[in-house]
């Protein structure tokens, strides 16, 4: 069976009565689409292509059996934008598939069963004007020649059976993007070509079997590795040598215990960096010293216990920290300084049990976002600085009094979210919504979130105290979206 979608400009309104076509206007653009049925059919094709004088198509969706040699010349004198061919049975590509044809920039040829290519037998037209090829989920067991696609600057060749990297070495195309994920890769042993390392700005190696990362020196133009869930150990001071141009680098789900405190020395440009999903148990004080641009880090779920801020006070733009789901049981502000930018703080499901506040708010001044969920908390904060979201819930019953004042905060021009839920012991004192008589005209908006035996415990008292000023609290339960009551204000 043979489908065709065509999709192209035309001129003449006749086209659209041809059988199988159909006529559409969108943004402004006239475009005929045109399903065929059968290999016979396939001569309308040139009919509506001499007839109607369509050269140029933008989407071009083929969908074919495993034996294509009947249809040759089916892009005679196209110039197609994107072509579709994925999910079409395909074990291999006939030599003289693309004769004769203009131009074509992107190709789809996912899930399909290819199990080799060789992209210089094409024409030539082919492998002048190709841009991006996609192979995703084949079964190819290693990257084809890339010696004469001249333009070709992406390729996915993820999901196949790709162990053999041999074809780097001669690597002509100015790839820029090239994606091995989930394949066979064991190692990266071989060298770059010339023409990658000028070139290549992405690459991404995740779910593989690598266990080392080395030979990716002088990639002068790399800008995002990824390498998650491979089976990564150990990082070595020179693993990451030579990539003058990193801002991304991605070395989550791997069984990474221990790094070279040089090890990020040579990646000064990174700006995110996830660790995360490891076994890390400690972060040494100059580990990211001389990662000054870093504005995002993962660190969750490794088996971190204790943390000296101090290692981050390099880090004057970091605005996301993730140390969610790890042992933590101390937080050391100590020597903590420079966390002017910090917007987001995760620590999340850690055995912590107290934390100096007064310190974490004045050395993290512009925190917004604090999850302390699932932890072992007594108190909550006294000040909630200018805070817009501060989860609270769940602190396994150690948390058990709402005080007086407690909800006092520095900038009260947005709206706060707390979530005090799952925390089934917890009560409000009787002052919890008061404030300080100096501050007769303080104000807030605040959703909060209880567990259904703190609302109910709840005196209406309490609740009295919010129409002494300009403070407007709407009350969730935990097992519910809907609002509990009329809002408090």
């Given at each position: 069976m043979v489908w065709i979608s065509l999709l192209a400009h035309f001129e003449s309104k006749e086209v659209c009565s041809i059988?199988?076509?159909?006529?559409?206007?969108?943004?402004?653009?006239?475009?005929?689409?045109?399903?065929?049925?059968?290999?016979h059919d396939l001569e309308v094709n040139n009919e509506i292509q001499q007839k109607y004088d369509i050269e140029v198509i933008d989407t071009f969706t083929l969908r074919l059996g495993s034996n294509i040699s009947s249809i040759e010349n089916i892009f005679k004198g196209l110039s197609i934008n994107i072509l579709f061919m994925d999910a079409s049975n395909l074990r291999s590509l006939h030599q003289n598939l693309?004769?004769?044809?203009?131009?074509?920039?992107n190709i789809y040829l996912s899930n399909n069963f290819l199990t080799h290519l060789n992209f210089s037998e094409f024409d030539d037209n082919f492998k002048n004007s190709i841009q991006s090829i996609v192979l995703k989920n084949n079964s190819l067991n290693r990257i084809p020649p890339l010696t004469q696609l001249n333009n070709?600057?992406?390729?996915?060749?993820?999901?196949?059976?790709?162990?053999?990297?041999?074809?780097?070495?001669?690597?002509?195309?100015?790839?820029?993007?090239?994606d091995l994920s989930n394949n066979y890769v064991t190692h990266l042993h071989y060298n770059f070509s010339t023409k990658l390392q000028k070139c290549l700005s992405t690459l991404i190696l995740n779910s593989n079997g690598i266990a080392q990362v080395n030979n990716l020196s002088n990639l002068d133009?790399?800008?995002?590795?990824?390498?998650?869930?491979?089976?990564?150990?150990?990082?070595t001071a020179d693993a990451l040598q030579h990539l003058p141009l990193l801002t991304h680098l991605d070395l989550s789900h791997n069984k990474i215990k221990t790094m070279a405190n040089n090890t990020f020395d040579s990646v000064k440009e990174l700006s995110l960096l996830d660790l995360s999903f490891n076994k890390i148990e400690f972060l040494q004080v100059d580990l990211f010293s001389n990662l000054k641009k870093l504005q995002k880090l993962f660190l969750q779920s490794n088996s971190i216990r204790v943390v000296d801020f101090s290692v981050f006070n390099n880090q004057k733009l970091l605005y996301v920290l993730d140390l969610s789901g790890n042992q933590i049981e101390r937080m050391d502000l100590d020597k903590a300084s420079n966390f002017t930018n910090l917007q987001l703080l995760r620590l999340s499901e850690n055995r912590l049990e107290s934390i100096d506040y007064q310190k974490m708010f004045s050395t993290m001044g512009s925190i917004r976002m604090l999850y302390l969920e699932n932890n072992y908390l007594d108190q909550m904060p006294k000040y909630l600085g200018s805070l817009i979201k501060l989860d609270m819930s769940n602190q396994h019953d150690r948390l058990t009094i709402i005080p007086d004042?407690?909800?006092?905060?520095?900038?009260?021009?947005?709206?706060?979210?707390?979530?005090?839920s799952k925390n089934h012991s917890l009560k409000f004192s009787n002052r919890s919504f008061c404030i300080n008589q100096k501050r007769s005209d303080f104000n807030y908006f605040m959703d909060l979130v209880l567990s259904s035996d703190t609302l109910a415990s709840i005196d209406k008292c309490v609740l009295k105290q919010l129409s002494s000023s300009h403070r407007r609290v709407r009350i969730f339960t935990e097992n519910a979206n809907e609002e509990n009551g009329k809002i408090c204000d």
């Open positions: 059988k199988g076509c159909s006529c559409e206007n969108d943004s402004g653009y006239d475009y005929v689409t045109c399903f065929f049925d059968s290999p693309f004769n004769s044809i203009k131009s074509i920039k070709l600057n992406y390729m996915d060749l993820s999901s196949n059976r790709i162990w053999d990297l041999s074809a780097l070495q001669d690597c002509h195309s100015p790839l820029e993007t090239l133009q790399l800008s995002n590795l990824q390498l998650s869930r491979n089976f990564l150990e150990h990082l004042s407690a909800f006092s905060r520095y900038d009260t021009s947005v709206l706060l979210r707390l979530n005090l």
